[in-house]
C-alpha cells in the first residue's frame, strides 16, 4: 500500500537500489528529466494546478506522488512540479497500456517533491522517485526545481553563468570532488587488485564524460543555504548513470559561492553570499 508521506516514497526508492556488488558495467536507463524551462518558458499566469497527492491503484500498476504544501503558493513552480509528475505519470502509463498480460510485478510511479529551500527570493524543491516498469530495477526519477518568486522564473544552468567559459572551473571542482569518491570506492579491500583498478578506471572516465564542461550536464543542482538566507553554495546533482553505474546511486558535488561569483550571470549575483 502506498501513502502519500514522502519518507516511504523516499524508502521505495531505497528498496530497489542493487547492493554495491552490481557495479559492473550495466546498459544506461532512460531518465525523466525536469522540463527545459529556459525554452518552454513557464507562462506568466500559468493555469491553476492540483498540488493534492495522488493514489491509484490498479492490479497492473500503482501510483504514488507526494507534493509539498508550499509550492501552490508559487504558481509557476507549481506548474512545473505538476509538468514532471505528468510526465512520469504518462510514461508508465505508455508502459501499462503495452502489457499482453499481468505483469510478474505491478508497474510504479513512486514520487515524492520536498522543499529544500524557501526565502523571498529563492524557493527550491527536490524530485525524487523510481518508476518501474519491470526488469531487475525501477528508473530512477532525480530533479531538482529553483524557482525565483521575484524574477516569476525558474533559474536553469543555461542561465546561471554569464559566459560558457565558466563552466570549465565548475566541471574541474565537480570531477575533483566525484574522483575522490571514486577512489574511495575502489580502496574496498575485498576487491583484487586488477578489479579494483578496473572499476577506478571506468568510475574515472564515466565521471569526465558526465561533467564535460556543458550546462546540460549540470542542469540539476540545489542551493546550499547561508546564514543570511542567500545561497552558500550550489550542489550539483547527478542521477545513476551520469557518473557512475546504477549501484553507486546519486552523486553530489558542492561548488561553493566564491567559486561561482566570478562567473555569474548578472541577474543572479545578489543572490548568492558575497
Same mark, same amino acid.
Given at each position: 500500500m502506498i501513502r502519500t508521506k514522502l519518507p516511504f516514497l523516499v524508502l521505495s526508492v531505497l528498496v530497489l537500489l542493487p547492493s554495491a556488488c552490481g557495479r559492473q558495467a550495466e546498459a544506461p536507463a532512460p531518465s525523466i528529466e525536469a522540463p527545459p524551462v529556459a525554452e518552454a518558458a513557464v507562462p506568466e499566469m500559468p493555469a491553476p494546478v492540483s498540488m493534492e497527492d495522488v493514489i491509484e491503484h490498479d492490479p497492473r500498476y500503482v501510483v504514488g506522488i507526494s507534493y509539498p504544501p508550499s509550492a501552490a503558493a508559487y504558481p509557476g513552480l507549481a506548474s512545473a512540479l505538476h509538468a514532471y509528475a505528468a510526465a512520469a505519470r504518462a510514461e508508465l502509463m505508455q508502459a501499462v497500456e503495452g502489457l499482453d498480460g499481468p505483469p510478474r510485478a505491478p508497474y510504479e510511479l513512486s514520487l515524492g517533491f520536498r522543499g529544500l529551500m524557501e526565502t523571498p527570493d529563492v524557493v527550491a524543491v527536490a524530485a525524487e522517485g523510481s518508476l518501474y516498469t519491470g526488469g531487475a530495477? =525501477?528508473?530512477?526519477?532525480?530533479?531538482?526545481?529553483?524557482?525565483?518568486?521575484?524574477? +516569476?522564473?525558474?533559474? #536553469?544552468?543555461?542561465?546561471?553563468?554569464?559566459?560558457? @567559459?565558466?563552466?570549465? #572551473?565548475? @566541471?574541474? &571542482?565537480?570531477? /575533483?570532488?566525484?574522483?575522490?569518491?571514486? &577512489?574511495?570506492? !575502489?580502496?574496498? /579491500?575485498?576487491? /583484487? %587488485?586488477?578489479?579494483?583498478?578496473?572499476?577506478?578506471? !571506468?568510475?574515472?572516465?564515466?565521471? !569526465?564524460?558526465? #561533467? /564535460?564542461?556543458?550546462?546540460?550536464?549540470?542542469?540539476?543542482? +540545489?542551493?546550499? %543555504?547561508?546564514?543570511? =538566507?542567500?545561497?552558500?553554495?550550489?550542489?550539483?546533482?547527478? @542521477?545513476?548513470?551520469?557518473?557512475?553505474?546504477?549501484?553507486?546511486?546519486?552523486?553530489?558535488?558542492?561548488?561553493?559561492?566564491?567559486?561561482l561569483l566570478p562567473y555569474l550571470a548578472p541577474d543572479y549575483r545578489e543572490l548568492f553570499a558575497q
Open positions: 530495477h =525501477g528508473q530512477p526519477l532525480v530533479a531538482r526545481f529553483v524557482w525565483l518568486p521575484r524574477h +516569476e522564473q525558474m533559474l #536553469t544552468s543555461d542561465r546561471l553563468l554569464a559566459s560558457p @567559459a565558466g563552466w570549465r #572551473t565548475i @566541471a574541474d &571542482h565537480a570531477a /575533483e570532488q566525484l574522483g575522490t569518491a571514486a &577512489h574511495t570506492r !575502489a580502496a574496498d /579491500e575485498s576487491l /583484487e %587488485p586488477g578489479d579494483r583498478q578496473r572499476l577506478l578506471g !571506468a568510475a574515472l572516465k564515466t565521471i !569526465a564524460q558526465g #561533467t /564535460e564542461p556543458r550546462p546540460e550536464n549540470f542542469a540539476q543542482f +540545489e542551493p546550499v %543555504p547561508a546564514q543570511d =538566507g542567500r545561497i552558500a553554495a550550489l550542489r550539483f546533482v547527478f @542521477a545513476p548513470y551520469q557518473v557512475g553505474p546504477y549501484a553507486d546511486g546519486v552523486q553530489y558535488a558542492e561548488v561553493p559561492a566564491a567559486v
